[in-house]
C-alpha cells in the first residue's frame, strides 16, 4: 500500500533553515508528482509547492519563491522540501502528498506530518 | 490566485442529520475541486475528488456536486465519526488553493 513516512519534529531559531523529508514506498516514485501542504495551528490548509521525481521540476506557489526548494532523491524514494529564512509565521505542520492515479491533481495518499517549530 | 470561499466556519448537527457544507470559488474551476475531511492533529482525508466523484473506500453517505464556483458536500444520515473538519480544494489552476474549513459539530 502507499505510504508517505515523514520525519521528526523539528525546532529553529529564527532565520535558520529547516529541511523536511518524505519518504515513500508502495508504488513506483518516479510516477506521481509529490506535493507540499502546511497547516498552522487552527488554520486552514496552504499548499506551498509540487515536484515531479522524475525529472525534478518544480512549481512553487509566489508567496514561497525563493525560499523554499523541493528536491528529491531517487535512490532512496524520497523527496525533501527546503525552506530558508524561516519566522515565527512559519511554524506550522507541513505535509507531503502524493496525486492521484486518475486525475493527477488531488492529494489521497498523504504523510504523517512534520511539525516545524521557529522560536528564540 | 483563485479564493475558495467556506461559509458557515461551525456547523451543528446532529447524528442522523444530513448536512450540506458549500465552497465557492471567486472564479470559474469547472468540476477541479476536491473535499477533505480532517480531524485534530491528523492529515487530511481525501472524500471527493473532480465535484463529484467518491474516492475508494469513502463512505457513500458522502457524496458531492457543484460546477462553475459553487460547489457543495452532502452528508447523508451523519454518523459519530463524521464530526469533523470539512475543506474544499480547487486545483483548476496553480496555486492551488483550499477553502478556510467547515467544522461540524454535535448539536
Known amino acids: 500500500q502507499v505510504q508517505l513516512v515523514q520525519s521528526g519534529a523539528e525546532v529553529k531559531k529564527p532565520g535558520a533553515s529547516v529541511k523536511v523529508s518524505c519518504q515513500a514506498s508502495?508504488?513506483?516514485?518516479?510516477?506521481?508528482?509529490i506535493n507540499w501542504v502546511r497547516q498552522a495551528a487552527g488554520q486552514g490548509l496552504e499548499w506551498m509547492g509540487w515536484?515531479?521525481?522524475?525529472?525534478?521540476?518544480?512549481g512553487y506557489a509566489q508567496k514561497f519563491q525563493g525560499r523554499v526548494s523541493m528536491t528529491r532523491d531517487t535512490s532512496i524514494n524520497t523527496a525533501y522540501m527546503e525552506m530558508s529564512s524561516l519566522t515565527s509565521e512559519d511554524t506550522a505542520m507541513y505535509f507531503c502528498?502524493?496525486?492521484?492515479?486518475?486525475?493527477?491533481?488531488?492529494?489521497?495518499?498523504w504523510g504523517q506530518g512534520t511539525l516545524v517549530t521557529v522560536s528564540s | 490566485d483563485i479564493q475558495m470561499t467556506q461559509s458557515p466556519s461551525t456547523l451543528s448537527a446532529s447524528v442522523g442529520d444530513r448536512v450540506t457544507i458549500p465552497c465557492r470559488a471567486n472564479?470559474?474551476?469547472?468540476?477541479?475541486v476536491a473535499w477533505y475531511q480532517q480531524k485534530a492533529g491528523k492529515a487530511p482525508n481525501l472524500l471527493i475528488y473532480?465535484?463529484?466523484s467518491l474516492q475508494t473506500g469513502v463512505p457513500s453517505r458522502f457524496s458531492g456536486s457543484g460546477s462553475g464556483t459553487e460547489f457543495t458536500l452532502t452528508i447523508n444520515s451523519l454518523q459519530p465519526d463524521d464530526f469533523a473538519t470539512y475543506c474544499c480544494?480547487?486545483?483548476?489552476?496553480?496555486?492551488?488553493?483550499f477553502g478556510q474549513g467547515t467544522k461540524v459539530e454535535l448539536k
Open positions: 502528498a502524493r496525486v492521484s492515479s486518475y486525475t493527477r491533481r488531488d492529494l489521497p495518499f
Open positions: 472564479q470559474n474551476i469547472s468540476i477541479w
Open positions: 508502495g508504488y513506483t516514485f518516479i510516477n506521481y508528482d
Open positions: 480544494q480547487q486545483y483548476n489552476s496553480y496555486p492551488w488553493t
Open positions: 515536484m515531479n521525481p522524475d525529472s525534478g521540476d518544480t
Open positions: 473532480r465535484s463529484s
